[in-house]
């Protein structure tokens, strides 16, 4: 099954809209609800990354039996240097979008932290585009 | 696969029900549809939030409560009130009459429903403090909130207090103070007077423990005519000796109203009321939106229990006299007695965890549930997207999934009917047949008596 979203840069009031969207789908697939929260977690992280950071974007999510791929495509700067990006912390946000609570530098530790599958990929100047997946079986520990 | 049986307080009737599908409409958890002209309960979806009571314009739904007479099975009977009761009556009518009144109904004695929120006020602070268990806590105490998270917010179950609420503490209370005068539990009768159906299913079939002690329960509303006639008979309160003073501080009078539980929590604590505020504030809550509140007190009714569907007197005034009596309380004036069962009541205060509700949308099986949610997607197509409620359900894709459920068919959509027509794929009189069927036989038919019409009274 295949749902698709856009993202409009700089629409903070609508930021989590996709994400919000995707844990009602995931509730009424009867999907475990741990793996719903790390779903949610890691697309509302990388949702608010293209409000905050691209101009615009789009999220594709395939959902089949094994697993939820999102993937999440924007048009904006690039990141210059992905390994520090990851790093917590670190973050490149405005002042002004700190000020409205976001931009905490948590944002792709976060996502990497509840993904079974991350893939970053970057091109300067014209977008990034983020492969999220996570197994919707609820791993043994 | 078995289904669990579901105790609901609210019934409907289906002789006087006219299938007009206000209630359907309303409904929180999409749990009501039109077959054969009558309102029906998917009882598994249904959370007691007595919405479609509110909105049922004849009457037909009904808060199922027990005969008066039943207080008259034993020897010693108490009727637990919530000091919402109280707060029905105007000025005047002071919470000494109601409870010499409700004396000479038959009760032979009271005792107040937030009697107990002493000792619950310490346990959730208790919980509150306590960073190893989900934050924010959610207050157990709506028991319409708890019902509304186990079945539409499962992932929020965990954050609910597991803890008893006020009126089982004062129901605990008074048992045990007349085991220990020495006499037997079954000659003591615990009444409680509820201000909704909620609280009766939260009797009857508690989430999570086996029993309240409470023997009965009786409306609110009921209790209020009958104690609005005794006054007006005798020719109002002056011709009525008072009994004993309210037991409750200002706390505990305030306790079932907005802000009143959440007034006594250390640390940060957001008050919400009504349904729709509820549920859009859950929504956040599971998007993990909310970061760093410590306790939620959630009401499903708009003003709390002032708002309950069986309390009679317009719930902003109730809200205002309730103050005003909180604030003029004599401290000095209460008996106190139910500390001396503080570690009794503390040792019974906690329930089991709360669980989720099982209320399957699609199936068990996540592979199943796709293909059936993709065939949902798939109907959505056809479907017009008016949410009319013609085919029975409350909306479009709640008609959609009754499909896919085997329910309903997608034919019984109006506007798929006049495009078959259309198309000369329909005979009309088979369409109308099927409307029919939804709504009731000859329903379509001239009728001057119905509801709204010309002679609607003769």
């Known amino acids: ?141 | 696969m078995s289904t669990p049986q579901f105790f609901h307080a609210l019934k409907i009737l289906e002789d006087v029900c006219i299938g007009c599908s206000h209630c359907v409409r309303v409904c929180p958890t999409e749990a009501l549809r039109i077959r054969d002209g009558k309102s029906h309960l998917y009882p598994d979806r249904c959370v007691d939030c007595g919405e479609c009571y509110r909105v049922c314009p004849v009457s037909a739904i009904i808060n199922y409560h027990d005969d008066f007479d039943k207080i008259f099975k034993y020897k010693h009977r108490i009727a637990l009130i919530p000091s919402i009761v109280l707060g029905q009556f105007k000025d005047g009518i002071e919470p000494e009459h109601v409870f010499a009144v409700l004396k000479g109904l038959g009760f032979t004695d009271v005792c107040e429903g937030e009697e107990g929120a002493r000792l619950l006020t310490e346990l959730v602070n208790e919980r509150v403090a306590d960073r190893t268990v989900e934050h924010p806590v959610i207050s157990s105490f709506c028991p319409a909130v708890v019902r509304l998270i186990q079945v539409n917010f499962p992932g929020l179950t965990p954050n609910i207090m597991p803890i008893k609420a006020p009126l089982d503490f004062s129901a605990m209370y008074i048992r045990q103070k007349y085991r220990d005068m020495g006499i037997d539990d079954s000659d003591v009768g615990i009444f409680y007077i509820t201000p909704c159906a909620a609280k009766i299913v939260a009797i009857v079939s508690p989430v999570a423990v086996d029993n309240s002690g409470i023997n009965g329960f009786i409306n609110l509303d009921f209790i209020y005519n009958k104690v609005m006639k005794v006054i007006k008979s005798t020719g109002g309160v002056k011709n009525i000796p008072p009994d004993r003073k309210s037991n409750l501080n200002g706390a505990q009078t305030l306790w079932a109203l907005t802000g009143g539980e959440a007034a006594s929590i250390k640390g940060r604590s957001l008050s919400i009321d009504g349904m729709k505020n509820v549920i859009d504030f859950l929504e956040k809550l599971e998007n993990d939106e909310i970061e760093n509140v410590d306790f939620l007190e959630l009401r499903m009714c708009d003003q709390s229990c002032a708002g309950g569907i069986l309390a009679p007197a317009n719930r902003f005034l109730v809200v205002e006299r309730m103050q005003k009596r909180a604030r003029n309380v004599d401290v000095s004036s209460l008996n106190f007695d139910i500390d001396s069962y503080h570690e009794m009541l503390k040792g019974n205060a906690f329930t089991e965890e709360i669980r989720p509700r099982t209320s399957l949308r699609y199936d068990v099986d996540v592979s199943k549930a796709i293909a059936k949610m993709e065939k949902v997607r798939r109907l959505m197509c056809f479907l017009p997207g008016i949410d009319c409620s013609v085919c029975g359900a409350p909306t479009c894709q709640a008609h959609a999934e009754d499909v896919v459920q085997g329910r309903s068919v997608i034919t019984n959509c109006i506007f798929l009917q006049k495009k078959l027509e259309n198309q000369r794929l329909l005979d009309s009189k088979h369409a109308l047949r099927m409307i029919e069927k939804i709504w009731g036989k000859d329903r379509f038919d001239k009728d001057c008596t119905k509801r709204g019409k010309k002679n609607e009274d003769s």
Do not use: C
Not at chain 1, 27 to 38: A, F, H, M, P, S
Not at chain 1, 95 to 117: C, K, T, W, Y
């Open chain 1, 1 to 141: 099954m295949k749902l698709d979203y856009n993202v409009e840069g700089g629409d903070f009031a609508r930021a989590g809209w996709a994400s919000s969207q995707v844990k009602k789908v995931l509730k009424q697939l009867n999907v475990d609800q741990g793996v719903i929260k790390r779903v949610v977690v890691a697309l509302y992280e990388a949702e608010v990354n293209i409000v905050a950071h691209a101009y615009r974007g789009t999220i594709t999510v395939n959902i089949d039996a094994e697993k939820i791929r999102m993937t999440l495509e924007d048009e904006g700067p690039g990141i210059p240097d992905i390994p520090l990006a990851m790093q917590r912390g670190y973050s490149t946000a405005s002042p002004q979008v700190r000020e409205m609570g976001f931009g905490a530098g948590m944002g792709l530790p976060n996502i990497d932290s509840n993904a079974d599958n991350f893939d970053i990929k970057t091109n300067i100047g014209v977008g990034t585009t983020l492969e999220i997946t996570i197994n919707l079986k609820p791993q043994q520990e």
